[in-house]
C-alpha cells in the first residue's frame, strides 16, 4: 500500500509517493506558475491524477490557513486564494481515492513526530522559519489548532515595543527574524552605518537575501554579524514564549533559515534560558528538524495514511 503526501509552498509544488513504512518510492517537483489563484489549483490537480491510480490516500500540506469544516484555504503568497475550494478540487481529482489537507505548520510537526526528531514526544514544538514564520505545536498528544485553524501563527507575537506600522502585514516577530527580516535588518544597517565597506554593501539593497547575511555572517562581516545577533535574540524570546506556555519536550527549528542557522541552536537556547520559566526550560531540549525541507511531505504522507482506514 502506497501514500501520497504533496507540499505546496510559495513557489513551488513537491511530492512523495511513500510505502506504508514511509519509504520513499517517488518523487516528483515542479515551480509554481505566477499567474496563482485556479491555475495553482490545477497543478495541484495534475500532481495529483499522475499518482493517484497507485495509491491509497493522499494527504496536502499547505500554506497559511486550512479552514477544516469548510475545505477552504488562505495563502497569503498565492494571488486569489483568500478561501480557495481545495479541499473539492482535489477529490475531483483523485476520484475515489481519498485526500486530507491540513497547513504546513501542523505538517511539519507531524512529519518530525512521525519520523524526525519529535518520535515518541507528547508535547513539541517545531518553528518554521522561512519566509515567513510559524509553528507546529503538538501538546498532550494532539495538535494545537485553535478555535479558527489559527494557533501556531507566532510570526505575530509582540516582543518589541514600541508597535510600528513595520508589522502591520506579517506581525513583530516575522518582521524581524524571518528570512525577510533578516535582509530587511542588514539593508537598513547597511544604508545607516557610516563608512561600512564590507561584503554586503557591494550587493545592491532589493538583492539582498538572508543568504547573503549568512555568508558574510561566516565571514565575520560586521552588519552580518549585528543582524544574526538580533536574530537569535528573537528566536529565543520566541521559543522562551513557547516553552513557558507548553512546556514541552522538544523544540525543533527548521525552515529555510535552519538551514544555515543550524549551527546558532546553542545560542538560541542560551538566549531563551533567560526568559523561560527555569524549570520548563532544563526539562526541553532544542533541536534541528532531522528531516529539513521534507519535513511537510512526512506530515502530509501521515495525514494520508490516517486518512486511508
Request: proline content about 4%.
Amino acid at each position: 500500500m502506497a501514500f501520497l503526501g504533496i507540499d505546496l509552498g510559495g513557489t513551488k509544488l513537491a511530492a512523495m509517493m511513500f510505502s506504508d513504512e514511509g519509504d520513499v518510492v517517488a518523487r516528483e517537483w515542479c515551480a509554481l506558475n505566477e499567474t496563482g489563484g485556479e491555475t495553482v489549483g490545477s497543478q495541484i490537480s495534475g500532481m495529483i491524477r499522475m499518482f493517484a491510480g497507485r495509491v491509497a490516500s493522499i494527504g496536502i500540506c499547505v500554506p497559511g490557513i486550512y479552514r477544516q469544516a469548510a475545505g477552504t484555504v488562505w495563502a497569503p503568497n498565492i494571488r486569489s486564494w483568500d478561501d480557495y475550494p481545495l479541499l473539492a478540487v482535489a477529490k475531483a481529482a483523485a476520484g475515489p481515492v481519498p485526500v486530507a489537507i491540513d497547513s504546513d505548520r501542523a505538517c511539519y510537526i507531524l512529519g518530525e513526530r512521525w519520523k524526525g526528531n519529535a518520535q515518541n514526544c507528547n508535547d513539541a514544538i517545531f518553528i518554521a522559519v522561512g519566509t515567513g514564520i510559524g509553528a507546529g505545536i503538538i501538546s498532550g498528544g494532539r495538535v494545537v489548532r485553535g478555535a479558527n485553524d489559527i494557533a501556531g501563527a507566532v510570526g505575530w507575537m509582540a516582543l518589541e515595543r514600541p508597535y510600528t506600522d513595520a508589522y502591520d502585514n506579517c506581525g513583530c516577530f516575522e518582521s524581524q527574524a524571518s528570512g525577510d527580516g533578516i535582509a530587511k535588518l542588514a539593508r537598513k544597517l547597511t544604508h545607516d552605518t557610516p563608512k561600512y565597506s564590507g561584503k554586503l554593501g557591494s550587493i545592491g539593497p532589493e538583492a539582498l537575501t538572508s543568504r547573503d547575511v549568512f555568508a558574510a555572517f561566516e565571514e565575520r562581516d560586521e552588519i552580518a554579524e549585528r543582524t544574526i545577533s538580533q536574530s537569535v535574540e528573537f528566536w529565543g524570546m520566541a521559543a522562551a514564549n513557547l516553552v513557558s506556555i507548553f512546556n514541552p519536550e522538544k523544540i525543533i527549528f527548521g525552515g529555510g533559515v535552519f538551514g544555515p542557522a543550524v549551527g546558532l541552536i546553542p545560542e538560541i537556547r542560551e538566549e531563551a534560558e533567560k526568559w523561560a520559566q527555569p524549570i520548563a526550560m532544563r526539562g526541553v531540549t532544542f533541536e534541528p528538524s532531522a528531516l529539513g525541507v521534507d519535513a511537510g511531505l512526512y506530515g502530509a504522507v501521515l495525514i494520508a495514511r490516517e486518512n486511508s482506514s
